[in-house]
T-cell receptor, first 114, second 116 residues
């Protein structure tokens, strides 16, 4: 069964350092999402891609976060510099098409900023 | 914009007892609703979804949820829980925005703890 891949699974970094997360969606899925899940809360959408284009990044802290999906397949989310409040689970999801209601989630990357 | 309220942050229950996890959403003309389950240090798995049609939807592992438009609710139920059902459960609503895109708005989650 096809799955969304994410790496690394766990990342510990010091504040002010740069960190990057990678996501490979299910093959053929045009829409890709990055969510942030703070401990004890539900996931919150950071950025949504349709192919290589950003369609929603209204909740992305653009002063320190960036995301790209250059070839419309895999994607990278970067934080620079990391802050203590960035400690969270970062989840990637994909769906088959624009407006597709079923999203498939990867295992997530647990980030701890010290 | 849509919002989702999960009324219980934690629900303890004994094995083989029934359980209900409550979810309310803000009203909208049309709405699509979901329940996801998350096991420790894992991603979210879709449990069940309501898109249209019958207001009662079921999952393969015995959970069911009923869409109630008048009460803007989508409560999750199971008549007899198992230890393995212990997990975090998230209710979500699909929020449509311009261009035909949609995003999921999640509730804060309910931790279901099943005790022997």
């Amino acid at each position: 069964e096809a799955e969304v891949a994410q790496s690394p699974r766990y990342k510990i970094t010091e504040k002010s350092q740069a960190v990057a997360f990678w996501c490979d969606p299910i093959s053929g899925h045009a829409t890709l999402y990055w969510y942030r899940q703070i401990l004890g809360q539900g996931p919150e959408l950071l950025v949504q891609f349709q192919d290589e284009s950003v369609v929603d990044d209204s909740q992305l802290p653009k002063d320190r976060f960036s995301a790209e999906r250059l070839k419309g397949v895999d994607s990278t989310l970067k934080i620079q510099p990391a802050e203590l409040g960035d400690s969270a689970m970062y989840l990637c999801a994909s769906s088959e098409r624009r407006g597709g209601y079923e999203q498939y989630f990867g295992p997530g990357t647990r980030l701890t900023v010290t | 914009a849509q919002s989702v309220t999960q009324l219980d942050s934690q629900v303890p229950v004994f094995e083989e007892a029934p359980v209900e996890l409550r979810c309310n959403y803000s009203s909208s003309v049309s709405v699509y609703l979901f329940w996801y389950v998350q096991y420790p240090n894992q991603g979210l798995q879709l449990l069940l979804k309501y898109l249209s049609g019958s207001t009662l939807v079921e999952s393969i592992n015995g959970f069911e949820a009923e869409f109630n438009k008048s009460q803007t609710s989508f409560h999750l139920r199971k008549p007899s829980v198992h230890i393995s059902d212990t997990a975090e459960y998230f209710c979500a609503v699909s929020d449509l925005f311009s261009g035909g895109y949609n995003k999921l708005i999640f509730g804060a989650g309910t931790r279901l703890a099943v005790h022997p």
